[in-house]
């Protein structure tokens, strides 16, 4: 095999397979029009929420009848095709796009999710992570939900059934026999703690809710003919509505044939996620009455002076560190440029890679321009670091494409503390930022300089009031207390021996005529 100048020959870049970066929690949708093909404007949605999850997508819609639930593991783009679509007929419509954060990444868990009531039945989609689900297991647990059509039975590995807290949540609202949806989720979301932006519905009402902290976005839009809701307004601009307003903390909006609702459920204590604005929302996206690409741009002229170093060219690692560059390049005048190519087709795939495949590592998803790198001193911006295996394997592809020094500039502080409210980081021993200094973890990833953005500069860059933000991944401070760690995490409702296999009958949501990805053995899984 030829080597090229300055490479080792091997095609590995000590790159950990595992560490991803930090993994983003769900995107949910919900449109109600009267004479719009909602499943498509859906769809549409969901694809402009991608980024947010990749595991599964799903959509529910309503004719005013009955409500329909299709869903599989993938993108959105592999999940429905134009006839599933097509079969998708009603009025009313709610979608999710997936990564797991409570439950495993199974067809079971995948939503939206389904549940008979005593009036009809629900469909609900959630972005973010419940910090009682253990206690709201147990209250589904204790109670007779309609006559027994929630199975209660011990959660034992030959059982299949939901394992995430959506599936609980869902189980409770339905359980409503002498009262509305609507004052079951006033009752309800009270004792409901965590992180939540929920979307659900009925056969004729299209319901969102916010939890009193506002940790993850939800957004209000609006259509000639009707309304929309989701986690962004970047997907609201995707299907042509117009952004209203956000969805304020503790909030519940209701939207039906009488028009829109508003009732608020819980006094509003606003704790935005800090890292929304760093990595997570889309940055053509507006939060806090800001566009996410302007706000990144301002981190990147603040690191610039916190940091200065001399240098010939300041380099994004695509996308994500994109704006922060920008931002570096004109507060310190150092040209910009484009020193790595981005394969935007590298994502989650069904195919298992072959261990040679794998060693490709970083390579698979970013590739050096050697004529822009070779003999420069870089400046490499990037919004994150977790692990560092990425920096690490990202520092020595750039030497070996010839660069003559490599700087990294880090747009938000070192990641320390494990989120618990809807972002998938690792543990705390596997965080780099927990063990090590900065000037550790600078020759940890053989860099020649290494600078974290401070916290109150981050802060700074967003204009919300610092106390107005939740910081827990940077400064350990959990702005929603947190129980003792056995009912805590992912799999709180697969490794608790006494919660309920929570049986959200999404096949009687489906229609069996159903064609495309996972429609048919669908009626056949358990």
Known sequence: MSTRKGGD?????????????????????????????????????????????????????????????????????????????????????????????????????????????????????????LTNTAD???????????DGELDLKVHRPEQVGSTNDTSVVTALLADHPDTTVEERAVELLPQVKGAFSFVWMTENTLYAARDPQG????????????????????????????????????????????????????????????????????????????????????????????????????????????PSAIGYAEASGIPYGTGLVKNSYVGR?????????????IRLKLNPLRDVIEGKRLVVVDDSIVRGNTQRALVRMLREAGAREVHVRISSPPVK??????????????????????????????????????LDELVDATDVPKQNLCRACFDGVYPIPLPTPERLGKDVLEVNPTAPVVRTTDVDGLAASLAGSGAADALQRP
């Open 215 to 322: 940790i993850r976005p939800l957004v209000l839009g609006r259509l000639e003919r009707g309304w929309v809701v989701a986690s962004e307004t970047a997907a609201l601009d995707i299907v042509g509505a117009s952004f209203i307003r956000e969805i304020d903390p503790g909030e519940l909006i209701a939207v039906d044939a009488d028009g829109l609702r508003s009732r608020t459920f819980a006094e509003p204590a606003p704790k935005h996620c800090l890292f929304e604005f760093v990595y997570l929302a889309r940055p053509d996206t507006i939060m806090t009455g800001k566009r996410m690409h302007s706000v990144r741009v301002e981190i990147g002229r603040r690191l610039a002076k916190q940091f200065p170093v001399d240098a010939d060219l300041v380099i994004p690692v695509p996308e994500s560190g994109t």
């Open 136 to 146: 709201l297991a147990a209250m589904v647990r204790d109670r007779s939900v309609l």
């Open 9 to 129: 020959g091997r095609l590995t870049a000590a790159l950990d397979p595992q560490d991803q970066g930090p993994q983003d929690a769900c995107g949910v949708f919900g449109v109600w029009a009267p004479g719009e093909d909602v499943a498509k404007l859906t769809y549409y949605g969901l694809y402009a929420l991608q980024h947010r999850g990749q595991e599964s997508a799903g959509i529910a819609v309503s004719n005013g009848r009955q409500i329909l639930v299709y869903k599989d593991m993938g993108l959105v783009s592999q999940v429905f095709d134009e006839s599933t679509l097509d079969a998708l007929q009603g009025h009313l419509a709610i979608g999710h796009s997936r990564y797991s954060t409570t439950g495993a990444s199974t067809w079971h868990n995948a939503q939206p999710t389904f549940h008979p009531t005593a009036h009809g039945s629900i469909a609900l989609a959630h972005n973010g992570n």
């Open 417 to 454: 503390w494990p989120c618990f409210y809807g972002i998938d980081f690792a543990t705390r021993a596997e965080l780099i930022g927990n063990g090590l200094s900065v000037d550790e973890i600078c020759r940890s990833i053989d860099a020649d300089s290494l600078g974290y953005i401070d």
């Open 349 to 361: 795939t069904f195919i298992q890679p072959s261990q040679t495949i794998r060693q490709l590592g």
